[in-house]
């Protein structure tokens, strides 16, 4: 009897663990709308380095991206032209080493700037975070930085 009453506490309490998990809203993901499926997904999966869980549609018009646990980016092809965004609507990856990630872009010559928009310069946060910002091939901006939170 003991055994069952400990067993139904603990499913009781798993429960209730589960309920409050998931008692505030969360982001799942996050849409773009491209272009070029191809040369996104190659932005995505080589230049920003993550990787794609499987989509539903199987249509050659959608990858999707994990970006953390339970949360993707899921980029659309289907725009028929690239738009002008503002820098401070971005999406931020933090990546694992930022020094090796500037280094690959300007061996690449690809474009990035610090908040300022003074191009190939980083800017250091007042909390010591290092930051740059560049643009997917559809223009949208993406931060990198080195956040340790």
Same mark, same amino acid.
């Given at each position: 009897?003991?055994?069952?009453?400990?067993?139904?506490?603990?499913?009781?309490?798993?429960?209730?663990?589960?309920?409050?998990?998931?008692?505030?809203?969360?982001?799942?993901?996050?849409?773009?709308?491209?272009?070029?499926?191809?040369?996104?997904? &190659?932005? !995505?999966? /080589?230049?920003?380095?993550?990787? +794609? %869980? *499987?989509?539903?549609?199987?249509?050659? =018009?959608?990858?999707?991206?994990?970006?953390?646990?339970?949360?993707?980016?899921?980029?659309?092809?289907?725009?028929?032209?690239?738009k &002008?965004? !503002?820098? /401070?609507?971005?999406?931020?990856? +933090? %990546? *694992?080493?930022?020094?090796?990630?500037? =280094?690959?872009?300007?061996?690449?010559?690809?474009?990035?700037?610090?908040?300022?928009g003074?191009?190939?310069k980083?800017?250091?946060?007042?909390?010591?975070?290092?930051?740059?910002?560049?643009?997917?091939?559809?223009?949208?901006?993406?931060?990198?930085?080195?956040?340790?939170?």
């Amino acid at each position: 009897m003991k055994l069952l009453l400990l067993g139904y506490l603990s499913l009781i309490t798993l429960c209730s663990t589960a309920q409050k998990q998931n008692s505030k809203s969360h982001i799942n993901h996050t849409a773009i709308f491209v272009i070029d499926i191809a040369k996104s997904g &190659d932005f !995505y999966s /080589n230049r920003i380095g993550l990787d +794609t %869980v *499987p989509e539903p549609f199987h249509d050659g =018009k959608h990858i999707w991206y994990r970006t953390a646990d339970h949360t993707m980016l899921h980029v659309i092809q289907g725009a028929d032209q690239k738009k &002008d965004y !503002y820098k /401070n609507q971005h999406t931020c990856f +933090t %990546v *694992p080493n930022f020094n090796d990630f500037v =280094k690959n872009l300007v061996n690449d010559h690809w474009a990035f700037e610090d908040v300022a928009g003074n191009k190939n310069k980083i800017t250091t946060r007042v909390d010591g975070v290092h930051q740059i910002w560049l643009q997917d091939p559809d223009g949208y901006w993406i931060e990198i930085n080195d956040d340790q939170f």
